[in-house]
């Protein structure tokens, strides 16, 4: 039964490729939905897939692309809704 993960990450995460890889990862792992910069500097994403999954998907966040310094992340499960149909980068907000 798949499942949605919503990830908030804070630290030096914009400008160092986190989106990019992000984007790597999740396709990699066969997971869609999206990553955004935020305003505030830190980058938020949705996505949905197997459980086990997105655990590896969570577990890669915490520390990101090597350029990146994650110093907090924000996580929830939900359930998944079936909306997307890949995993991209969209606009910040």
């Known amino acids: 039964m798949k499942k949605r993960l919503?990830?908030?990450v804070s630290g030096r995460v914009q400008g160092v490729f986190f989106r990019a890889h992000t984007e790597e990862k999740a396709r990699a792992?066969?997971?869609s939905g999206w990553?955004?910069?935020?305003?505030?500097g830190r980058v938020?994403?949705?996505?949905?897939?197997?459980?086990?999954?997105?655990q590896t998907f969570l577990e890669?966040?915490?520390?990101?692309p090597p350029a990146?310094?994650?110093?907090?992340i924000e996580s929830r499960?939900?359930?998944?809704?079936?909306?997307f149909q890949s995993f991209q980068i969209t606009p910040t907000v």
């Open 6 to 8: 919503r990830v908030i």
């Open 29 to 31: 792992l066969g997971l």
């Open 35 to 40: 990553v955004r910069n935020s305003a505030d």
């Open 44 to 54: 938020e994403t949705i996505a949905e897939g197997e459980p086990a999954l997105l």
């Open 60 to 64: 890669w966040c915490h520390h990101g």
């Open 68 to 72: 990146a310094k994650v110093t907090h």
């Open 77 to 83: 499960w939900e359930t998944a809704t079936g909306e």
